[in-house]
């Protein structure tokens, strides 16, 4: 044989042997499962131990030539097996990372699909993370779902963590796994709830009660932690933006439908009025926080340019002229089935008109707060606004119901409808002042289908998550809306004549007796079936009676509160209007703070106050504020103190009184009998010996009983506990 042929004899006689190697060698990645699953099936093949433990070591050996002699050399140097390993995987890593930012996209989705397996390995995981992240369009849809499955995993271990990923691929995944996006959501949400919507809340108490009535939200968005968790987690992606809102509405519809798979935000830790309003206005900050940040997570929702312009109301504490046709616009687009696109001459509105609420440049594209309509179209505008809310979506009911829901929501926030109340009382006392019907004025028209909206959003939001679910359409549904013209229309009547008795009355009767100051022309019966019919109704009346309240109008409060306690009785009213009467509850407290401090003095009683006459409406009206258990309490509380103080007080000015009485009584009898002649004494024609001091004895007593007879009228009057 020729030393060529020598030398070919052993190489073909090696082929075999290396076709048989490659053969061995898998195609996968032997790691996990699937590796437990090659080393179990290779085991239990039935070859022999020796040969199925040499195709094991074959599987996971170093592919390259020269490797087994680097390890055996690294061997001989003292240099562990495993060390060896560890380094040659840590510079494998290093190398392949740093040629990521030079690869293809089309490269890269395919490493990333290659080397997906790797993530439940620590030393491995960094690589195909730092692929996912120089990825422009997200990861392969059977990676995601791969790594969706193995987060939502609930038992075992799981091979990657959320905080892991990269901002695009957390953000993918959050989109196609709504379990995932609540999990994420939920911490910040509760944060938001016990920190700075408790803190805002109270402001807006405090501002029904006669307080500031304007404040900037725009500083509270921007030192919100939670808020800017939430501005994180959402991105640009208008995906997870709409999903969020979504759970905000089902969340605060408050009810769970049947066979209903989709989660929910559960409710804060929080009773009462916080728990009710907290959604609102997590809905509505957040927005606004977003369109600040000029990401584009917004651009499809048609409540922006309504809640911007509520915000800047706030902020003036008003809905002036100035605002008033944006409110009617942002209306009408927020309920219209399609989004009405600006012109294109309109410029984002400038940070003056948006009321001092800035942004980064462009954050206010589409929302233009000077709008091109003047006063005068404003009849027009509003007409809009009615018929987009009359139909608003379509004659789907369905739609119909969700447009009005999220355009509802937005109103339907704590300072949002505290401020639109708040106006629309004062502009119906204008429309009384300048002999205006305020049935016939646009601005009050607007500012009660606003008013409307906002306390029929919850009604709106439970009858549509029903619908959407099961199909079925409740046949009350189509009432869920409270913009019942006429009913509303005899409301603004009813106050009208109110705001008259209000302003005719005078100063001296704001004191009167109970009969003089409990007299009304106002028919109580009709007002209590509007107030128990119509929630829109019925807020205005709380509202009026707040108002009354604070300006120690007893007489215009007493037809208010008679006809509220029935409907009031309700748990469910109580309920719906926790926030107003949290307001109320601290009206009431002020007052009876008030009368404990100004109990009765040593002279005639001054007039009972009215929260402690029993013979008033007025005595009973703690019986309103009974949705907040605390918020009752303190009132109750506050309400027996005052009344020990002067019930304390009252019984020394009777014991007093009556010792008076006893003396005047004593001090007659000696003037009478020293106005008797002695025996022999002469006593000339015409005249009576110690009649003056008799008559002014007899004047002394009649004011003494009188005194006591006062006395004891107001210890009879006052509340017994």
Not at 81 to 104: C, G, I, K, Q
């Amino acid at each position: 044989m020729t030393e060529p042929a020598a030398e070919q004899a052993p190489a073909d006689a090696a082929a075999p042997a290396v076709q048989e190697q490659q053969q061995e060698q898998p195609s996968f990645p032997l790691v996990l499962a699937t590796g437990q699953e090659f080393v179990r099936s290779t085991l239990f093949s039935g070859i022999a131990p020796r040969e199925a433990l040499r195709r094991i070591r074959e599987a996971v050996r170093l592919t390259a030539p020269a490797a087994p002699l680097l390890l055996d050399f690294l061997k001989e140097l003292d240099v562990p097996l495993d060390e060896a390993h560890r380094r040659v995987t840590r510079a494998a890593v290093e190398e392949t990372t740093s040629r990521l930012p030079n690869l293809p996209q089309e490269e890269l989705r395919n490493l990333v699909r290659l080397t997906a397996p790797y993530l439940a390995m620590p030393a491995l995981r960094s690589v195909p993370l730092a692929a996912m992240a120089h990825l422009t369009e997200g990861v392969p849809s059977g990676v995601l779902a791969a790594i969706t499955q193995a987060l939502t995993r609930k038992e075992g271990r799981k091979s990657v963590t959320i905080d892991e990923l990269p901002d695009r691929v957390r953000r993918q995944a959050w989109e196609v796994t709504p379990i995932l996006l609540l999990e994420q959501v939920l911490p910040p949400t509760a944060s938001y709830a016990a920190e700075d919507h408790a803190a805002e809340l109270g402001r807006v108490q405090a501002s029904l009660c006669g307080g500031d009535a304007g404040w900037e939200r725009g500083k509270l968005r921007r030192t919100s932690k939670a808020l800017g968790q939430l501005v994180d987690t959402v991105g640009a992606s208008t995906t997870l933006y709409e999903s969020i809102m979504g759970m905000v509405r089902r969340a605060y519809a408050g009810v769970r439908v049947q066979n209903d798979t989709k989660p929910v935000l559960s409710a804060p830790a929080a009773e009462g009025a916080l728990a009710l309003t907290f959604w609102p206005a997590l809905r509505t900050q957040l927005l606004m926080k977003l369109h600040e940040t000029g990401r584009g997570a917004t651009e499809g929702d048609r409540r922006k340019r309504l809640a911007w312009a509520l915000d800047a109301c706030v902020k003036v504490g008003t809905v002036g002229d100035r605002y008033i046709i944006e409110l009617g616009e942002g209306l009408r687009e927020a309920l219209e089935p399609q989004k009405r696109k600006a012109p294109a001459s309109a410029a984002p509105a400038s940070k003056r008109a948006r009321g001092g609420a800035g942004g980064p440049s462009g954050a206010g594209a589409g929302v233009p707060l000077a709008s091109s309509a003047g006063t005068d179209d404003l009849p027009t505008v509003v007409d809009g606004a009615v018929r987009a809310a009359s139909a608003a979506g379509s004659s789907s009911i369905e739609r119909r119901l969700l447009a009005i829901a999220d355009a509802g929501i937005v109103l339907a926030d704590a300072p949002v409808a505290a401020l639109l109340g708040r106006t629309l009382l004062g502009r119906v006392r204008e429309c009384i002042e300048g002999d205006i019907l305020p049935t016939k004025d646009a601005s009050v028209r607007l500012l009660l289908l606003c008013l409307a909206l906002s306390v029929s959003a919850r009604k709106c939001a439970k009858e549509y998550a029903k619908v959407s679910i099961t199909g079925e359409l409740a046949k009350d549904a189509k009432a869920a809306f409270a913009f019942d013209e006429e009913c509303l229309r005899d409301m603004l009547g009813l106050v009208g004549e109110l705001e008259v008795e209000a302003m005719l009355r005078d100063e001296d009767d704001l004191t009167a007796t109970a009969a003089a100051a409990d007299a009304t022309d106002v028919d109580v019966a009709r007002l209590s079936d509007l107030v128990n019919r119509n929630r829109c109704a019925r807020r205005i009346a709380l509202l009026l009676l707040i108002e009354r309240l604070r300006s120690k109008d007893d007489g215009g409060a007493a037809p208010l509160i008679r006809a509220l306690e029935g409907s009031m009785a309700k748990p469910r009213n109580r309920e719906e209007e926790g926030h107003v009467l949290a307001a109320l509850a601290s009206c009431i407290v002020a007052r009876a703070n008030a009368a404990a401090a100004a109990p009765p003095t040593d002279e005639d009683p001054a007039p009972i106050p009215a929260l402690l006459d029993r013979r008033r409406a007025l005595s009973g009206i703690c019986s309103l504020t009974d949705a907040d258990a605390s918020r009752h309490t303190e009132v109750s509380s506050t309400i027996a103190e005052a009344l020990r103080v002067h019930t304390s007080a009252a019984q020394r000015g009777l014991e007093r009184a009556t010792s008076m009485l006893h003396k005047a009584k004593a001090r007659r009898k000696e003037a009478e009998d020293a106005a008797v002649p002695d025996e022999g004494e002469v006593v000339e024609e015409g005249e009576v010996s110690g009649e003056a001091e008799v008559q002014e004895a007899v004047e002394a007593e009649k004011d003494a009983s009188a005194r006591v007879d006062a006395w004891r009228t107001y210890c009879d009057s006052l509340v017994v506990r």
